[in-house]
């Protein structure tokens, strides 16, 4: 088919043609996502049918567990992504537990706090429902939510031995997604093929080891969200400025191999860095 495997990322194939890209696919297990013309798109399939069963969406409307609806509005055409029947199984699942409604609240965590270890000797509150409901929201966090990943990640951090403030913040976390506050993501087609990544950190964040936090968000022109965490630091830093060099380090990985990805398949090399310490990422890059 003489397609050729990404060198930035070995699940993307692509085939280029006089210079330019033709076809894309995107391979995850047996789901592959493929873009490009009509008669490039059937081109591929008929050769791929001869060795393989394949289902066709000629538009995608379901992929990896995700719903996705087309549609136009003011600003132009979007995909709107959502997991609605998903994300209602794990908050019925601690209403089912608690035997109680939900409270709705507009935000997903209780500002100004931060949770801690259990005190020792304190016993472990139902860890297997609580990890089975926080791996859905982790799951369906993943796919769809933007401002829940710092919340997600204080959850996530008690798996092994959830207290009665892990429940409590659990139930916060539903309370919020079952209010539908964000319940959505859209996808617009960027102006341009550049990254665009905020990124910031939290000094000391962690009440039990010190550790600081580190917050990433990268899109495609500031349109479509490709990269989103919020993840603990690795070592117990000094100061504020050595929390945003490491989170600077750290989007500078990321905005490194999308752009050396969109070079790969495009040829295109332009990218766009936004935080506290614009200087990191230029020299991470350089």
């Not at 472990?124 to 401002?147: D, F, L």
């Not at 093929?193 to 962690?206: E, G, M, T, V």
């Not at 349109?223 to 603990?232: A, D, L, N, P, Y």
Request: with cysteine; hydrophobic share 30%.
């Amino acid at each position: 088919m003489n397609m050729k495997r990404s060198l930035t990322d070995p699940c993307v194939i692509y085939k280029h043609e006089n210079e330019r890209l033709k076809l894309m696919t995107g391979v995850n297990v047996d789901d592959t996502l493929a873009i490009g013309r009509e008669e490039d798109l059937q081109a591929f399939v008929d050769k791929i049918s001869k060795r393989f069963n394949v289902t066709v969406q000629k538009t995608m409307k379901k992929h990896l567990g995700v719903d996705y609806e087309w549609g136009e509005d003011k600003f132009g055409p979007y995909a709107k992504a959502s997991m609605k029947k998903y994300e209602k199984e794990f908050w019925e699942m601690i209403e089912s537990l608690t035997g109680k409604t939900l409270d709705l609240y507009p935000t997903p965590a209780y500002p100004n706090t931060a949770l801690v270890k259990c005190k020792e000797g304190e016993k472990a509150i139902e860890e297997t429902k609580y990890r089975s409901i926080t791996g859905k929201a982790m799951h369906w966090n993943r796919k769809i939510a933007v401002e829940c990943n710092n919340s997600m990640r204080e959850i996530t951090r008690f798996m092994k031995h959830p207290g009665k403030d892990h429940w409590r913040a659990l139930e916060r976390f539903c309370g919020y997604v079952k209010a539908g506050k964000f319940d959505h993501l859209l996808y617009r087609a960027p102006d341009e093929l550049k990254s665009i990544c905020w990124f910031d950190a939290n000094f000391a964040q962690n009440p039990d080891d010190r550790l600081s936090v580190s917050g990433c968000h990268e899109t495609i022109d500031g349109k479509c969200v490709i990269h989103k965490t919020s993840q603990g630091q690795k070592t117990v830093l000094k100061s504020t400025s050595e929390a945003e060099y490491t989170s600077g380090s750290y989007a500078g990985n990321e905005v490194v191999f999308t752009t050396n990805l969109i070079e790969e398949l495009t040829g295109s090399d332009t990218m766009t860095r936004s935080g506290d310490l614009l200087v990191i990422i230029k020299a991470h890059y350089t």
